[in-house]
């Protein structure tokens, strides 16, 4: 045979350059100074034999890919082969365009066209040669036009050439099926938008978009023009949607059934529907058919929604439904010579279905919009896209198409058989269905069925229903796409995954199948179906599988990038946490594929990994990984938020927290795997790796508080101890033992977490902001804005962008699926789009300028719409890991506290206060770095949340404190000379050993957090810091107490010292009470009471010092008195009488009251602030005050309210009563006698009170009456108050004067007061009485007050409750002796008669009906003298006892220490520091028997004066 080397050295370069786009460049002399690969492309256009032309034509065509290469090319083919000058068309060279369209032009004048004769003389044929010839050159200006938007313009444009004339010519003559097929890829190539085209146009992607369009536009007219497919028909008017028409007849239609179908193959076919793909161009802000929303999509701009409306209903319907009706649906039906062109025909027609889904815009039915138009609806019904959802949703012929598509399997689609290519289609296709299918049936059907101007009849199929409810009698086919997620593929997986996350989301596979039942569960449908085919086992493996693929980065793009296994693993997951959810009754899919038993999914134990793998297996070894977080933060937080959602959940926990301690330590182990820092520089990623430790956390703070309650101390404190452990430690050494304040330059672990938070989220902030000053900085630059323009805030520019447009951009935000608040860019694109059509129509975009301006404002608002949503996603991530570090935090100083056991006390205290100093730094800074500009405050919504555990914090240091307080006392007790036996010091003392500096720095910040901006900004961000302050204050005082000397009136420390000169000597003291007391004043009813709290604490503060105190003085300048005491009448009076009725809505106002009663009370003890309080006029508001008189009586309480929240009213009106007569007693002992004014107000409050205040008397002396604490401590200050009054004698007279007028006063409590001495003084008969009446007072009766007490005394006498209650009894009797004594005292030179205040028997005890008799005052000599003598012999014993206390034995110790005033009892005391400790208490417990007997020797001298001046008189 002839050889052919030129022929097979055009064809090796075919072959080398096929598919490399612009490798070719030196063939072209593109940049090369050696041009003889250049000659020699110009060389083989001289060729003439038709082999050599054909091979030459085929490496042009390979030569010509890419961008710049097909410039070349068409330059090449322009110039006739040689760059020579250009010709006529006769004379044309044989390589140029001129020479290809003008031998299509011959061939199209000299055939025939329609259809063949077979009566006919044969008509010319084209010679196979020419016709090979003829497609080699379609070949090459098919790669030319598809790399080329120029040289496709040019082509087109050319009225010389005439190529779509040419053309669809020649398509209507009788020509070889492949030429034809060649021909119609050739105008495909002409209307396609081809991605690589957009991407090499850059910042002219969007120009050429449009002329693409265009160039669509017109190849339809022209396709409709020529009939190719008949579509005029007999003009009717009417469509018939979702039943299917294949009516055509002739053309197209006519060689696919006569000519292909003969010869069972079908070029002419599949490239007629490559053609109307290519037609149907997706838009740019389409995200396919995968996208989750129904608005996701916009129509296509190649589409013309008119066409053809001359003669039939307009539209491209009639070549999608041939595709469907004669292709897709008949396809089964044909013969092929090759089997796989069957599967070649499916893929290309379904590609044309996927298309016509992805443009089908439903926007206008979902959310709240504006009515819909009836040219609206008129597209809808001809869209394509519709005539798909509705022929799927009625269960046609089609739904059995892509359902037999899918049964192809996924061993063909892992095999690589023709058959994949069509899997991934049917597959997406039924996705978008499934994202549709709601707005289409709830949506279009219904607007459609309703509208009457659509201009044709609509007939619409009888019934349609969801793809959910027609896939469910299809069994097999949820089983394959279940299946599918076993395929190589990750699009297929990826596809298969999120239907099945979509059927499983469903009401219809989410019910349970009756026909299925395990044990005593009824199984969910999606389970059952799984479950019982055969495949089972393959697709648990499938999900393993998909879960183990390695995948790349997936944070590189945005979040619904499907383009990466990445994706897929996150999907899975996905569905996995969607299907662990309360709404849905397990077992669902997400329990059968994570390995929970189906029968009992709460009790069965989870599989080994040995017997049986699961996807929970998987997903821990996926986390047990070194780089999981680092390279796919995504899947990480889905990871971690799936182990968390198990643990949570009531069904899984208990098993899900059982495997996870039993075989992973899975808390313990990712604690120490996770980094502290965040070293990525990438903001979603950041976002990411921020959310995954969120979920990482709460899941330890969910364990560790489960370890608490079960008890399990060793894993607890495994944890515990970790996260309070030194960050820097790299072995077991304590950095407590190393120097006094080495633990100041430690970070423990929990503030390292908290610190590598913080830092990342500056980070990536800052990289964030940059990013956006460079993209504004490009967008002012492409748009030529003016300096000023570009220095407006965000706010401003945005608002005056969008009223320039005439847009709301906030419709736009919708949450996202973890709940940020975002803008929704798809919505935001379509809004710009109507804003642009709509000022277009007005006409206010006539002019270039205002078309320019509106378009430069719709780029600045994407870019700061974009960048917003990056601030707020990031913002978001920053928020839940502090909200998961507060959980995780908050559990450690709370239930897992006593689990720190390394270090000891002293440890914890350290632990506690470096939580404190760490926190309080962050909450009391005002740092911009830390916020975006319109966020601040959602940034004070994260402090405040912080707030909240720094009070926890503080709470949590002052009970170390507390318990330092005990080692205090002991320490400094043991540390006396001869102290309990010692003859010298003991080591130094183990209380708090903290040093003062950094704690006053911690004061000095938790004082600036209340005067930050943010605090200023957010009342519950400055009541958290002030309840913080509270704590940091109390725990002050405590140790202060503790070290004190025990005759020292007002305890102060260095401590105490340093506090008080933080707020002293600068003006942080001023600023905080003034933001203090505003909010006492203005605040809300929880934070009125911690603010009137901290002002007590406050006052008592600077009360150590000598001079007068700051609050009084601060308060009066600011004439905050007035406001605080005239609110107890004007608000707080109808308020506090509302919580006195059964069932009170709220409480506050008592809670605001006992706050604001005790701050009063704190500044009554000065003289200066009582005589402000007086001056104010609090004495006359309180005996105002109407809530005082509405005492309950004690048959209220018995009917039966019992609420274990709300106190009974008796209770409660005890908390309104003490605080009043308490404030009155303290202003009433800084009252000089001579003060006739102000003891006038004081006896006004007795007599506007009367009633209660003889209630009260009375109760405490019936007999009947039980006793209570509460009550007698009412009488102890109701008779303290009447003694004080009487003692008044202006008061007296004036009472007197005003006899027999109705008056009732002081006087009148004259017989109740001394009632109480008969049944108080005489005997401890009343003890009979006493009963507790809550919970502190019955755990106070179960306590010892002391030890070798009276053994003849009753249990309850010798209880702490018994010694309270007879230390009250001693005081009423004393102050209704001093009272009798009083009214009985004649003044020197007062001629009023004397008035006995006892009746005359001295013989026997029986006491007159009106007054007690002189053999009472007898009696309580007699018993008091006993008393006295008592009192010594005890006295003198427990002073024995505190010299020896190694008498007693540890449990006498530490039954003594329990009793005292200190009830938490420190673990860390030894035996020498108990004994040290008690010989304190006795010590006081010896000096304080002294002192009430010493006032009891007080007392009975007055009996005896009473005694004397009653003999006196009875004798005289």
């Known amino acids: 045979p002839a050889r052919r080397d030129t022929e097979a050295l055009f064809a090796w370069v075919t072959v080398l350059y096929t598919g490399r786009a612009d490798a070719a460049l030196r063939f072209w002399g593109?940049?090369?100074?050696?041009?003889?690969?250049?000659?020699?492309?110009?060389?083989?256009?001289?060729?003439?034999?038709?082999?050599?032309v054909r091979a030459y034509f085929g490496m042009l065509a390979a030569l010509a890919s890419g961008a710049q290469a097909s410039v070349c090319a068409h330059e090449f083919m322009s110039g006739g082969g040689a760059g020579g000058h250009r010709q006529t068309v006769n004379q044309a060279p044989l390589c140029s365009w001129q020479a290809l369209f003008g031998a299509l032009d011959f061939y199209a004048g000299h055939l025939r066209p329609g259809e063949p004769d077979p009566l006919a003389a044969p008509p010319p044929e084209i010679p196979d040669a020419e016709v090979a010839l003829l497609r080699a050159f379609l070949r090459l200006c098919r790669s030319v036009v598809q790399h080329s938007v120029v040289a496709r313009t040019a082509i087109y444009d050319s009225t010389e050439l005439g190529a779509m004339t040419t053309m669809f010519a020649l398509l209507a003559c009788v020509v070889p099926v492949a030429l034809k097929a060649a021909l119609l890829d050739t105008v495909a190539a002409f209307g396609a938008l081809d991605n690589d085209v957009l991407a090499n146009s850059g910042a002219q992607a969007d120009s050429?978009?449009?002329v693409v369009d265009e160039m669509a536009r017109r190849i339809w007219a022209q396709l409709e023009q020529s009939q190719m497919l008949p579509t005029a028909g007999d003009g009717a008017r009417a469509l018939a949607v979702g039943r299917g028409s294949s009516g055509a007849r002739g053309g197209i239609a006519y060689e696919l059934e006569e000519v292909e179908a003969a010869a069972e193959t079908y070029p002419e076919t599949r490239a007629f529907v490559r053609l109307v793909a290519a037609l149907i161009h997706v838009p740019a802000d389409a995200v396919g058919v995968t996208a989750e929303a129904a608005s996701?999509?916009?129509?296509?701009?190649?589409?013309?929604?008119?066409?053809?409306?001359?003669?039939r209903v307009p539209g491209v319907g009639p070549y999608v439904s041939f595709v469907l009706d004669s292709v897709l649906l008949k396809a089964e039906q044909r013969a092929y010579r090759v089997p796989d062109e069957k599967w070649r025909g499916y893929a290309l027609a379904l590609d044309v279905v996927e298309r016509s889904l992805s443009t089908l815009d439903l926007s206008m039915f979902v959310g709240t919009h504006a009515t819909v138009t009836s040219d609206a609806l008129r597209e809808l019904a001809t869209h394509p896209g519709f005539e798909v959802a509705v022929r799927v949703l009625c269960g046609s012929r089609l739904l059995d198409a892509l359902l037999r598509v899918l049964d192809a399997g996924v061993d063909a689609v892992n095999a690589g058989a023709a058959a994949a290519s069509a899997v991934l289609p049917a597959l997406r296709i039924l996705l978008r269905v499934l994202h549709v299918q709601t707005a289409v049936l709830r949506g279009a059907v219904p607007a459609l069925a309703e509208a009457d101007s659509l201009g044709f009849a609509l007939n619409l199929p009888r019934s349609l229903t969801t793809l959910e409810q027609l896939l469910l009698s299809r069994r097999e086919s949820v089983v394959q796409i279940a299946a599918l997620v076993g395929a190589v593929d990750p699009h297929v997986s990826l596809a298969a995954v999120r239907i099945v996350h979509i059927l499983a989301d469903s009401t219809v596979f989410n019910g349970v199948d009756d026909r299925v039942t395990r044990g005593a569960l009824t199984l969910n449908r999606m389970v059952s179906m799984i479950d019982g085919s055969t495949d089972s086992v393959r697709i648990l493996h499938a999900f393993i599988t998909s879960l183990e693929a390695e995948g790349g980065d997936d944070v590189e793009g945005d979040e619904s990038d499907d383009d990466s296994a990445a994706a897929l693993r996150v999907a899975v997951v996905d569905l996995l946490l969607a299907n662990i959810v309360s709404s849905k009754p397990a077992p669902t899919i997400a329990h059968y594929l994570l390995g929970f038993s189906v029968s009992r999914p709460a009790a069965d134990d989870l599989p080994d990994p040995a017997q049986r793998a699961t996807v929970l297996h998987t997903v821990l070894d996926l986390l047990r990984g070194d780089s999981l977080l680092a390279r796919q933060p995504r899947l990480a937080e889905r990871c971690y938020h799936l182990v968390h959602r198990l643990c949570a959940d009531p069904v899984t926990s208990d098993v899900a927290l059982r495997y996870l301690r039993a075989r992973e330590t899975f808390v313990s182990t990712q604690?120490?795997?996770?980094?502290?820092?965040?070293?990525?520089?990438?903001?979603?990623?950041?976002?990411?790796?921020?959310?995954?430790?969120?979920?990482?956390?709460?899941?330890?703070?969910?364990?560790?508080?489960?370890?608490v309650l079960q008890d399990s101390r060793p894993r607890a404190k495994l944890i515990a101890e970790w996260l309070v452990a030194d960050a820097a430690q790299t072995d077991d050494a304590d950095v407590f033992t190393s120097r006094p304040s080495a633990f100041l330059d430690a970070q423990m672990h929990l503030l390292a977490l908290f610190s590598g938070v913080r830092q990342a989220y500056r980070d990536a902030m800052a990289t964030l902001q940059h990013q956006r000053r460079e993209a504004e900085a490009d967008s002012a630059d492409a748009d030529a804005m003016d300096a000023e323009d570009i220095v407006k805030s965000d706010d401003v520019a945005t608002a005056e962008d969008a009223a320039l447009l005439g847009v709301d951009i906030s419709s736009c935000v919708a949450p996202n699926a973890r709940g940020c608040a975002l803008y929704d860019l798809a919505a935001l694109a379509a809004l710009l789009r109507q804003a642009e059509r709509t000022l277009d129509a007005a006409g206010a975009l006539g002019s270039a300028a205002a078309r320019q301006r509106a378009h430069a404002a719709m780029r600045r608002l994407t870019v700061r719409c974009y960048f917003a949503n990056q601030e707020r996603e990031l913002f978001f991530a920053y928020a839940s890991a502090l909200r998961g570090w507060k959980e995780m935090a908050e559990i450690v100083v709370t239930s897992a506290w006593d689990r720190v056991e390394a270090g000891g006390r002293a440890a914890r205290e350290r632990t506690a206060f470096q939580l404190l100093r760490g926190l309080v730094q962050t909450v009391s800074e005002h740092d911009a770095a830390l916020m975006s500009p319109e966020d601040e405050t959602r940034h004070a919504e994260v402090l405040t949340a912080l707030a909240s555990t720094l009070t926890l914090f503080s709470e949590r240091l002052s009970l170390e404190w507390t318990r330092a307080g005990v080692l205090t006392r002991a320490s400094l007790a043991a540390a006396k000379p001869g102290a309990a036996g010692h003859a010298r010091a003991l080591p130094p003392a183990t209380e708090s050993q903290l040093p003062v500096e950094p704690l006053l720095d911690a004061w000095r910040q938790l004082v600036l957090a209340a005067l930050t901006p943010a605090a200023q900004a957010s009342l519950q961000l400055r009541g958290n810091v002030y309840a913080s302050m509270l704590h940091f204050l109390g725990g002050v005082r405590k140790l202060a107490a503790a070290s004190a000397d025990e005759n020292e009136v007002r305890p102060r420390s260095r401590l105490v010292a340093g506090a008080l000169d933080v707020l002293s000597n600068s003006t942080l003291g001023d600023r905080l009470l003034e933001t203090v007391s505003a909010d006492a004043a203005d605040a809300s009813d929880a934070w009125k009471t911690v603010a009137f709290s901290l002002l007590d604490a406050v006052a008592a503060l600077y009360a150590s010092e000598t001079r007068p105190n700051r609050v009084v003085l601060f308060l009066t300048h600011k004439n905050f008195f007035s406001s605080y005491v005239g609110a107890l009448i004007r608000r707080e009076d109808q308020a506090l009488q509302l919580t006195?009725?059964?069932?009170?809505?709220?409480?506050?106002?008592?809670?605001?009251?006992?706050?604001?009663?005790?701050?009063?009370?704190?500044?009554?003890?000065?003289?200066?602030?009582?005589?402000?309080?007086?001056?104010?006029?609090?004495?006359?508001?309180?005996?105002?005050?109407?809530?005082?008189?509405?005492?309950?009586?004690?048959?209220?309480d018995a009917a039966g309210f019992a609420d274990a929240f709300i106190p009974a009213r008796a209770e409660r009106f005890h908390q309104l009563l003490m605080p009043a007569l308490d404030l009155v007693l303290a202003l009433a002992a800084k009252i000089g006698r001579d003060n006739v004014t102000v003891w006038m107000k004081v006896a006004r409050f007795v007599s506007q009170h009367h009633g209660v205040l003889e209630a009260v008397l009375k109760e405490a002396a019936l007999p009947a009456h039980p006793l209570s604490m509460a009550l007698l401590a009412e009488a102890k200050a109701a008779s303290a108050l009447v003694f004080y009054v009487a003692r008044q004698r202006a008061v007296l007279d004036r009472e007197t004067a005003l006899a027999g007028s109705g008056h009732v006063g002081v006087t009148s409590l004259h017989l109740p007061m001394l009632a109480l001495l008969p049944k108080l003084s005489s005997s401890r008969s009343w003890f009979q009485r006493l009963a507790p009446t809550n919970d502190v007072e019955r755990a106070q009766a179960l306590v010892s007050a002391a030890l070798y007490d009276d053994e003849d005394a009753t249990d309850v006498e010798r209880s702490v409750f018994g010694q309270q209650a007879s230390d009250l009894v001693d005081a009423i009797v004393q102050n209704a002796i001093a009272y009798a004594?009083?009214?009985?005292?004649?003044?020197?030179?007062?001629?009023?008669?004397?008035?006995?205040?006892?009746?005359?028997?001295?013989?026997?005890?029986?006491?007159?009906?009106?007054?007690p008799s002189l053999a009472l005052l007898v009696a309580f000599v007699r018993q008091s003298l006993t008393q006295i003598t008592r009192g010594r012999r005890a006295r003198d014993e427990k002073l024995r006892l505190a010299q020896n206390s190694a008498e007693m034995t540890t449990a006498d110790l530490r039954k003594l220490v329990s009793a005292s005033p200190y009830v938490e009892v420190s673990d860390d005391l030894s035996t020498v520091q108990m004994r040290a400790l008690a010989s304190v208490l006795l010590t006081q417990q010896g000096r304080r028997i002294g002192r009430s007997t010493s006032v009891l020797v007080s007392t009975v001298e007055q009996a005896l004066v009473l005694l004397w001046r009653h003999l006196s008189f009875f004798i005289s």
């Open 671 to 707: 604690l120490r795997a996770v980094p502290a820092a965040i070293t990525t520089d990438r903001p979603r990623a950041t976002s990411a790796e921020l959310h995954a430790r969120a979920w990482l956390w709460r899941t330890a703070a969910l364990e560790l508080h489960s370890l």
């Open 30 to 52: 593109h940049g090369e100074p050696d041009d003889r690969l250049a000659v020699f492309v110009r060389w083989g256009a001289d060729c003439r034999e038709q082999g050599m």
């Open 208 to 210: 050429v978009r449009r």
């Open 1140 to 1196: 006195l009725q059964p069932d009170p809505a709220s409480l506050n106002a008592l809670y605001i009251y006992e706050a604001k009663m005790a701050f009063f009370i704190r500044l009554a003890q000065r003289q200066d602030g009582a005589d402000k309080l007086i001056e104010n006029g609090v004495l006359d508001v309180l005996a105002d005050c109407s809530f005082l008189n509405m005492r309950p009586s004690a048959s209220s």
């Open 1381 to 1411: 004594q009083a009214v009985t005292e004649r003044p020197t030179g007062s001629s009023r008669m004397f008035r006995p205040a006892f009746a005359w028997p001295i013989e026997h005890n029986r006491e007159s009906d009106y007054l």
């Open 296 to 311: 996701a999509a916009s129509a296509s701009a190649s589409v013309p929604a008119d066409l053809g409306s001359a003669y």
